[in-house]
């Protein structure tokens, strides 16, 4: 089992930062694929971001290329977020994301939702213009 808790959310103007993290518990964190979704009301979740569990791979979303930086620290059991240059089509409700079905997995990150098993209770990100 694997429990996610994200952090960090919150409120920001356009073009600032927010570092999103998601702190796991369970001996097997190290071994699993990270990622990060977002939703807003009435839509469906969206693939943000995505790390193999030695951070050699990831995979963006095309809208966060260039500005989101996914990395993890497996030592201390998290995943990161930074964000920059936010805009206000950026706001959503984060949410981290565990893959289990591939321990140590090589290759691109998977970006479907349905590859994720595990799921934290998500972060409020507001950027307001």
């Known amino acids: 089992q694997v429990q996610l808790v994200e952090s960090g959310g919150g409120l920001v103007q356009v073009g600032g930062s927010l570092r999103l993290s998601c702190a796991a518990s369970g001996r097997t964190f190290n071994s699993y694929t990270m990622g990060w979704f977002r939703q807003v009301p009435g839509k469906e979740r969206e693939f943000v971001a995505a790390?193999?569990?030695?951070?050699?791979?990831?995979r963006y979303a095309d809208s966060v290329k260039g500005r989101f930086t996914i990395s993890r620290d497996n030592a201390k059991n998290t995943v990161f977020l930074q964000m920059e240059s936010l805009k206000p089509e950026d706001t959503a409700v984060y949410y981290c994301?565990?893959?289990?079905?591939?321990?140590?997995?090589?290759?691109?990150?998977?970006?479907?939702?349905?590859?994720?098993?595990?799921w934290g209770q998500g972060t409020q990100v507001t950027v307001s213009s």
């Open positions: 790390s193999s569990w030695s951070a050699i791979s990831t």
């Open positions: 994301a565990a893959d289990s079905s591939r321990p140590y997995g090589v290759g691109i990150p998977r970006s479907t939702e349905s590859s994720y098993d595990y």
